[in-house]
């Protein structure tokens, strides 16, 4: 018999069981759910949004880009092979879409109580329409009903900026990048409204294979002899203006560690020319990368872009998986992460200039209280970040809400950003982070520790002021 479960989106979900916090929370959440959504830290491909072009089917467009999926699936035996995921060495994989969307509905209960789960309904319900929950039954009626409507006009990638209320979207590229599809936005009206962001790990990480080679690209695209320690340093300082002529406000440095150095100009030419002869030590690699974030801290204050910093990720922490399909498969691990004594150099250099505006984030949760909140609440030039990856959930956002708060406050917070690959949850990802906002909040005037006014008016801010202020999006 089939299995047609209906699938329903509860309009009081993520809220406060409490009936007299989750009535507070309602009122809260009614002022805040149609603002626009404001998405600064992302991995969405630009080329979608150059090209303009209908996406291809429902697994290559929901399941393909997305680790948070297969990397479930993979952690219960499933291949990646088997999921369609492409190999470094072109080994066949399995194509056929539609089986792979079978394996993918046939194990959804996997999801049940993650993240993945609720973006997942949402899109099926929201975007979609669909009225029965995902199973192996319902696998070809969902199939069908997605890619009938995939080719409509307004699931072109431009009009579901419009469809999502999304104001702006920023995506992030290295260094080299040529940025070819932000620059063919150039004229179209979305070039103010697609930015994207500068990430520079490519010629900053000595570890890197490719280093020496992206050094070299480097020297190609802005005419500077980049084995100079002056010359790189001008090389990403053009660079940086390269990116801010196609939108960019902001920088991310995805470093393994939160690391910083001051090195003197003797020492730190010295340490790079020993990472460009491929003989640095991983302790000087380390020093060298935590040298390049207080370089950049100066560059941000030279020309106003706001850093990022991304660190403790144990990246590609399988390595038989990296070795047959690369990177960004699902096999990122958070390690512990200590913020304190690696920020000092910078911090003793450029904390106290408020021009600079960092934002730290973290997978190391046992640093919100003991380190991040008081560093934020005392340096001009921090702010935190939110809730990131792992914790980018509600029981994570709540987490980060009730630690960092009473010693950084709400101000030295810079609101949500979805920080995903997914272009397609990005509104279900935001309405959750909305919802818990409010159910923090709502908690706080309940036990009267804030007026219900006060709450209207910080649920606007977390959700829209303090993100345009933080990456200077006004």
């Given at each position: 018999?089939?299995?047609?479960?209906p699938l329903v989106l509860d309009d009081d979900r993520l809220f406060p069981?409490?009936?007299?916090?989750?009535?507070?929370?309602?009122?809260?959440?009614?002022?805040?759910?149609?603002?626009?959504?404001?998405?600064?830290?992302?991995?969405?491909?630009?080329?979608?949004?150059?090209?303009?072009?209908?996406?291809?089917?429902?697994?290559?467009?929901?399941?393909?880009?997305?680790?948070?999926?297969?990397?479930?699936?993979?952690?219960?035996?499933?291949?990646?092979?088997?999921?369609?995921?492409?190999?470094?060495?072109?080994?066949?994989?399995?194509?056929?879409?539609?089986k792979i969307f079978h394996t993918f509905a046939k194990n959804y209960h996997?999801?049940?109580?993650?993240?993945?789960?609720?973006?997942?309904?949402?899109?099926?319900?929201?975007?979609?329409?669909?009225?029965?929950?995902?199973?192996?039954?319902?696998?070809?009626?969902?199939?069908?009903?997605?890619?009938?409507?995939?080719?409509?006009?307004?699931?072109?990638?431009?009009?579901?900026?419009?469809?999502?209320?999304?104001?702006?979207?920023?995506?992030?590229?290295?260094?080299?990048?040529?940025?070819?599809?932000?620059?063919?936005?150039?004229?179209?009206?979305?070039?103010?409204?697609?930015?994207?962001?500068?990430?520079?790990?490519?010629?900053?990480?000595?570890?890197?294979?490719?280093?020496?080679?992206?050094?070299?690209?480097?020297?190609?695209?802005?005419?500077?002899?980049?084995?100079?320690?002056?010359?790189?340093?001008?090389?990403?300082?053009?660079?940086?203006?390269?990116?801010?002529?196609?939108?960019?406000?902001?920088?991310?440095?995805?470093?393994?560690?939160?690391?910083?150095?001051?090195?003197?100009?003797?020492?730190?030419?010295?340490?790079?020319?020993?990472?460009?002869?491929?003989?640095?030590?991983?302790?000087?690699?380390?020093?060298?990368?935590?040298?390049?974030?207080?370089?950049?801290?100066?560059?941000s204050i030279e020309d106003g872009m706001t850093m990022q910093i991304h660190?403790?990720?144990?990246?590609?922490?399988?390595?038989?998986?990296?070795?047959?399909?690369?990177?960004?498969?699902?096999?990122?691990?958070?390690?512990?992460?200590?913020?304190?004594?690696?920020?000092?150099?910078?911090?003793?250099?450029?904390?106290?200039?408020?021009?600079?505006?960092?934002?730290?984030?973290?997978?190391?949760?046992?640093?919100?209280?003991?380190?991040?909140?008081?560093?934020?609440?005392?340096?001009?030039?921090?702010?935190?970040?939110?809730?990131?990856?792992?914790?980018?959930?509600?029981?994570?956002?709540?987490?980060?809400?009730?630690?960092?708060?009473?010693?950084?406050?709400?101000?030295?917070?810079?609101?949500?950003?979805?920080?995903?690959?997914?272009?397609?949850?990005?509104?279900?990802?935001?309405?959750?982070?909305?919802?818990?906002?409010?159910?923090?909040?709502?908690?706080?005037?309940?036990?009267?520790?804030?007026?219900?006014?006060?709450?209207?008016?910080?649920?606007?801010?977390?959700?829209?002021?303090?993100?345009?202020?933080?990456?200077?999006?006004?």
């Open positions: 018999m089939a299995n047609f479960k069981a409490d009936p007299t916090v989750r009535a507070i929370a309602r009122r809260l959440y009614a002022g805040i759910k149609n603002l626009p959504i404001v998405s600064p830290h992302g991995h969405t491909d630009p080329a979608w949004f150059a090209s303009n072009a209908n996406f291809d089917n429902a697994t290559s467009l929901l399941l393909l880009p997305d680790h948070y999926v297969f990397r479930m699936l993979y952690s219960q035996g499933i291949s990646l092979e088997s999921l369609g995921i492409r190999t470094k060495d072109g080994t066949p994989v399995e194509t056929d879409y539609r996997l999801f049940r109580g993650t993240p993945s789960r609720i973006w997942l309904d949402s899109v099926f319900h929201d975007v979609f329409g669909l009225e029965h929950a995902l199973n192996s039954d319902t696998a070809d009626l969902y199939y069908d009903s997605i890619n009938e409507q995939l080719v409509k006009p307004e699931f072109k990638p431009r009009a579901l900026l419009d469809k999502f209320n999304i104001e702006l979207i920023a995506t992030t590229e290295g260094a080299v990048n040529s940025l070819k599809h932000h620059a063919a936005l150039k004229g179209t009206g979305y070039e103010k409204r697609v930015i994207t962001t500068f990430r520079p790990d490519d010629v900053i990480d000595a570890d890197r294979a490719d280093f020496l080679s992206n050094i070299k690209k480097l020297a190609e695209q802005t005419g500077q002899d980049t084995h100079s320690w002056q010359g790189y340093l001008q090389a990403l300082r053009i660079r940086r203006q390269f990116f801010r002529d196609h939108g960019a406000t902001a920088t991310d440095h995805g470093h393994p560690t939160a690391k910083t150095a001051n090195l003197s100009e003797t020492e730190a030419s010295s340490l790079f020319q020993l990472c460009l002869s491929g003989n640095a030590s991983k302790e000087q690699t380390e020093l060298f990368r935590g040298q390049m974030l207080t370089e950049m801290a100066g560059m660190p403790g990720a144990f990246r590609n922490h399988n390595p038989s998986i990296f070795e047959r399909f690369g990177a960004d498969k699902g096999a990122d691990i958070p390690s512990p992460t200590e913020f304190v004594s690696n920020l000092k150099p910078l911090l003793d250099k450029y904390g106290n200039n408020a021009a600079l505006k960092i934002i730290l984030f973290t997978l190391d949760e046992t640093t919100y209280a003991r380190e991040l909140a008081p560093l934020a609440g005392h340096y001009p030039a921090l702010k935190l970040g939110p809730a990131w990856w792992f914790h980018d959930s509600p029981e994570g956002m709540l987490r980060f809400r009730h630690q960092v708060t009473e010693t950084a406050g709400f101000y030295n917070t810079v609101g949500f950003n979805d920080d995903t690959r997914a272009f397609l949850s990005i509104p279900a990802r935001h309405d959750v982070a909305r919802r818990i906002d409010c159910r923090f909040l709502a908690g706080l005037v309940a036990e009267h520790r804030l007026s219900e006014d006060e709450a209207h008016e910080l649920a606007q801010q977390l959700t829209y002021q303090l993100v345009k202020q933080a990456y200077q999006l006004d």
